[in-house]
């Protein structure tokens, strides 16, 4: 498979993707609404060869639960250059927190669509449990719900970051009031990930333009809160070119710095990454 046309720079990051076995070590569970095939450290390693990026950003695949250990597993086995993202229970003790923290967790996936765990209402006893841990909630919706929400979640007084360009199940146009919403997030300092077009897009690829006209104008706004993640290995969708992913930021962010700052400054602000 040929690489990406975009020459990544050092440092570059991946600020979301998912691991899911072998499942002879780390079954999913008979409660798991879904079944994908294996995606291991190793098959990945190859994905970031293939693209040019350093470092990871490891999400809880929502199969799995509050049960992080592959994700906390392979994040070990990376070191320094991963982080995760997890899933814990309501009331989780500070002591276990701690220790997620220390083994590199830096947020909470706050899943509102099929498979998740939360509700709307948990929302601010969440915020309340991983503020003190500087933790933002990495929230994934269907965007078109944000007009209902938006208000609740500028008051969550937490780090938010928001999942695939806000994920209109049914894309919207950029006059309109749910992705108004989305721009308002961002305008009090949400982050957005770039990503995950082909879960939405009518249009399809290469630039997915339904999509891309919302993170271009996205990126307009405020390209120091934009991120790019890969979404590997697309749960639920058939295999993708990570390439061909990858290289959309050549037409969503066509300036050279703004895709820099995607790729290495945001990310290494927003999870830690040392310089």
């Known amino acids: 498979m040929t690489g990406p046309k975009l020459q990544t720079p050092p440092g570059a990051t991946d600020t979301h993707m998912h691991f899911y076995g072998p499942y002879d070590r780390w079954p999913l569970p008979p409660t798991s609404w879904n079944s994908p095939p294996e995606a291991t450290l190793a098959q990945y390693r190859e994905v970031q060869k293939r693209l040019g990026l350093e470092r990871v950003v490891v999400v809880q695949a929502a199969g799995y639960g509050y049960d992080n250990t592959v994700t906390m597993d392979n994040v070990g086995v990376i070191g320094e250059t991963a982080r995760a993202i997890v899933v814990v229970p309501k009331g989780t003790a500070e002591a276990e927190l701690d220790r997620l923290n220390r083994a590199g967790a830096r947020g909470l996936r706050v899943f ?26 990495q929230v994934q919706l269907d965007g078109r719900l944000l007009p209902e929400h938006v208000d609740a979640l500028l008051g969550l007084g937490v780090q938010l970051v928001i999942d695939h360009t806000g994920k209109y199940l049914e894309p919207v146009d950029v006059d309109h009031p749910a992705f108004a919403c989305l721009r308002r997030l961002v305008g009090a300092g949400a982050y957005v990930k770039l990503s995950a077009p082909y879960e939405t897009s009518k249009v399809g690829p290469p630039t997915y333009d339904d999509v891309g006209r919302l993170a271009r104008v996205l990126v307009e706004d405020a390209p120091e809160r934009m991120l790019w993640a890969s979404n590997w290995p697309h749960p639920g969708h058939a295999p993708k070119d990570d390439a061909m992913l990858l290289d959309t930021l050549l037409d969503w962010a066509p300036d050279e710095a703004d895709r820099r700052r995607i790729l290495v400054d945001n990310p290494a602000r927003l999870y830690g990454f040392q310089e």
């Open 112 to 137: 509102m669509l099929k498979g998740g765990v939360y509700d709307w209402a948990d929302l601010p006893e969440l915020a309340a449990m991983v503020k003190p841990f500087g933790w933002h909630l």
